[in-house]
């Protein structure tokens, strides 16, 4: 009796609270038109440096991998679904059908290239595509391909297939880095050095001229960074750390790239997806917050649009295990 009774305070304590509605973000090369999109298929355009949104329109997108890329060169938005409707292209601002390959299935990552006019396109089966983004067409295949991370200065690749590896743009492998985590979470570049931050593992910076592990960033027990970036404004890392097991909010840091010192810039709340944009010296959240990552401070808020979510009482809530993390279900605190 006592059993049941707490059972259905379980299921009766129930209410609900306000979030954004925003699951995916995808910035531009140092543009200010950043894309914004639901957990499917509505897709917004807006302006970072005065909050206005530009346009909206409706897209394939499926939520899941990293399937929303924008190319400002172009005037182009490219979305995909994992299964039926494939890859497509659609135009900025307006949103018309431009293209689309209902035959590339499966995509889980898509990369604009930096000077916006191809665009990787990595798979959970088959050879990496590179498409030209005016067109469509594919102008080389990378067998075993499966994620890739692009350096601004289009002079490094790294790239992840069997094993995990720093090459030039002709495919020549610099170096081989040997991983510390079954998953890499963020790369990026800086003139000089590579930083990486791989699941349940710590940040490393590598020497692009040696391939040397030069600094190592120690993450606290049950840590990791989610997202990467570097700012020339200042010569700085930074990266936003989550508690991977028990969840709770995100900060933004600054990683030195010459020493081990590490620098809590804020403290972001609980946004379910960041982005670095601007070259790296800003970061935008889901909830809208346009943050400078040098000061801290939030320069301005895009008001993205909310969405009513279920919360539950109970105290004794169970973090994601190891049976659940691999299931993506919507929350307002992001994918669990």
């Not at 659609?90 to 290239?113: A, N």
Request: hydrophobic share 35%; charged share 20%; with cysteine.
């Amino acid at each position: 009796m006592v059993y049941a009774k707490l059972l259905y305070c379980w299921n009766m304590k129930k209410e609900t609270y306000i979030a954004s509605a925003i699951r995916h973000i995808a910035p531009s090369y140092n543009g200010e038109i950043i894309a914004a999109a639901l957990f499917e298929q509505t897709v917004s355009l807006w302006n970072i440096s005065n909050g206005l949104q530009v346009s909206e329109f409706e897209t394939i997108l499926d939520f899941g991998g990293s399937r929303l890329a924008l190319s400002h060169v172009e005037c182009a938005c490219l979305t995909a679904a994992y299964h039926v409707h494939g890859l497509a292209c659609y135009g900025t601002p307006t949103g018309e059908l431009r293209w689309q390959r209902k035959e590339l299935k499966k995509i889980q990552q898509i990369v604009i290239t930096p000077n916006g006019r191809d665009a990787y396109c990595c798979f959970e089966e088959g050879p990496c595509q590179i498409l030209d983004v005016s067109t469509g067409e594919t102008t080389e295949r990378i067998r075993g391909l499966r994620y890739v991370w692009l350096d601004p200065q289009s002079a490094f690749q790294l790239r992840k297939s069997n094993k995990l590896a720093v090459v030039d743009w002709n495919g020549k492998q610099a170096f081989q880095i040997k991983p510390d985590s079954f998953a890499v979470l963020d790369a990026v570049f800086s003139k000089k050095q590579l930083a990486l931050s791989e699941s349940g593992a710590n940040v490393r910076i590598f020497d692009l001229a040696s391939g040397r592990e030069v600094v190592r960033h120690v993450q606290p027990k049950n840590h990791h960074v989610l997202e990467l970036s570097f700012s020339e404004y200042d010569s700085m890392f930074y990266g936003v750390q989550w508690n991977y097991h028990n969840g709770g909010p995100k900060l933004l840091l600054r990683f030195n790239p010459e020493s081990t010192e590490t620098e809590v810039v804020r403290d972001l709340g609980r946004p379910a997806v960041v982005a670095f944009c601007q070259g790296g010296t800003h970061l935008l959240t889901s909830e809208g917050d346009v943050i400078n990552c040098q000061t801290g401070e939030m320069v301005i808020r895009l008001t993205f649009p909310q969405k009513e979510y279920p919360k539950d009482y109970c105290s004794h809530a169970v973090p994601p295990s190891s049976a659940t993390a691999g299931l993506q279900t919507e929350s307002p605190c992001g994918t669990v």
